[in-house]
Each structure stands twice: as structure tokens, then as C-alpha cells.
């Protein structure tokens, strides 16, 4: 099966300054990146996403990276905000299911 | 339109003991998918529902089973309730199976006691 290697494991920036979060895939047929976003005590929410045709994605200061040829894509959050501490998991799925594989997640502290 | 909605939110149970829980997709929302959630293994597929039929199921043992109703809601039950069982139950909803974005409720926490 599938399997999606996150790094760093935890992350602590000042505010403004910028993070970056790195994955990488085992299986090329790997087509569906998505990242959450999940606070304590709530569920992962959806921040941005690409598909495997693209190779760079942005939503303001949210821009999501894909290597195909390396099995390789990253988050890159740009003029970080307290608001923006949270953990972020990637993930990724194949056209043949559903099926999240995971990323072990990213806690991410933004210090005022 | 209203999000996934998980019920309950929490939950404690003793061993031995059965738990259902539910979840409500967003409105049009066809595909029901459930994870669970734990600090050391994390967030890992339970299995995926779509028109009532389970499509795909992940690696846990079959006292973890599941149903959707014809209006897309979902269910999952957990029979003879063990320690690790305990863990955030999630649940996933997308319109169609495939190449389409999936949104999570907020989960059901299940404390087993």
C-alpha cells in the first residue's frame, strides 16, 4: 500500500515569518494531495489540495507544492499568524479508491 | 449548508461493551468514509461506504463494522469494546467515491474503561 512520510514533526515559527511542511509518497499511482488542518478538539479540516496534473497550488498565503518525479509535495504557509497553530496532516489517495494514507502530522506553533 | 455532523461526541464505554456511532454527510453527499484517530498509530482508514455498499475496508478486525442508510447517513459499531479502541472516530464525506475533495466532521471521542 501507500505510504506518506511528514516532516518536521513539530515546527515553531515567530509570526510573519514563513513555514514549510514536506511529504513524500511511495506510489506513483498517487494522483489526490490533500492537506487538513485540525485544532485541539476538532476534526482535520481541508486548507487546500492538488491533483496530480498541477504542480503548484495557492489560497492567499497557502500554497501547496507537488513533485510528481521526486514523489514529493509541501505546504508552504507564508506570513503566519497565531491563528495558524495547529497540526496539519497531509495526505494522499489513488484514482482506484477513496482511501486517505496519512501523513503523522505537523504541529505547528506560530509564537507571537 | 450544514457540515458533517458526528454523534455522539463523546463517549465512554466499559470492556466488553458495544458502541454505535453516527454520522450525518453533508447534504448530497453520497460517500461516507470512517478513520480513527490515535497519538500513536494516527489517523488510519476504517472503511468507505457509497450507495449503501461498503466499498473498501482498512486493516482492523471485523468487531469494526459499518452501514449507510439510503439517505447517506452512516453508522459504525464496535463490539466487545477492548482499552485500545480507545480514540477519536472520524468520519469523512465526499459527493461521489474518487476524484473528489472529503470533508470530516468533528468526531466522536470514544474512551473505553
Known amino acids: 500500500g501507500e505510504n506518506v512520510e511528514q516532516h518536521p514533526s513539530t515546527l515553531s515559527v515567530q509570526e510573519g515569518d514563513s513555514a514549510v511542511i514536506k511529504c513524500t509518497y511511495s506510489?506513483?499511482?498517487?494522483?489526490?494531495f490533500p492537506w487538513y488542518k485540525q485544532e485541539l478538539g476538532k476534526g482535520p479540516q481541508l486548507i487546500i489540495d492538488i491533483r496530480s496534473n498541477v504542480g503548484e497550488k495557492k489560497d492567499q498565503r497557502i500554497a501547496v507544492t507537488l513533485n510528481k518525479t521526486a514523489k514529493h509535495f509541501s505546504l508552504h504557509i507564508t506570513e503566519t499568524q497565531p491563528e495558524d497553530s495547529a497540526v496539519y496532516f497531509c495526505?494522499?489517495?489513488?484514482?482506484?479508491?477513496?482511501?486517505?494514507?496519512f501523513g503523522t502530522g505537523t504541529s505547528l506553533t506560530v509564537i507571537p | 449548508k450544514a457540515g458533517v455532523t458526528q454523534t455522539p461526541r463523546y463517549l465512554i464505554k466499559t470492556r466488553g461493551q458495544q458502541v454505535t456511532l453516527s454520522c450525518s454527510p453533508i447534504s448530497g453527499h453520497r460517500s461516507v468514509s470512517w478513520y480513527q484517530q490515535t497519538p500513536g498509530q494516527g489517523l488510519q482508514f476504517l472503511f468507505e461506504y457509497f450507495s449503501e455498499t461498503q466499498r473498501n475496508k482498512g486493516n482492523f478486525p471485523g468487531r469494526f463494522s459499518g452501514r449507510q442508510f439510503s439517505n447517506s447517513r452512516s453508522e459504525m459499531n464496535v463490539s466487545t469494546l477492548e482499552l485500545g479502541d480507545s480514540a477519536l472516530y472520524l468520519c469523512a464525506s465526499s459527493p461521489l467515491p474518487g476524484n473528489t475533495e472529503a470533508f470530516f466532521g468533528q468526531g466522536t471521542r470514544l474512551t473505553v474503561v
Open positions: 495526505a494522499a489517495r489513488m484514482d482506484t479508491g477513496n482511501q486517505f494514507y
Open positions: 506510489d506513483s499511482a498517487s494522483n489526490y
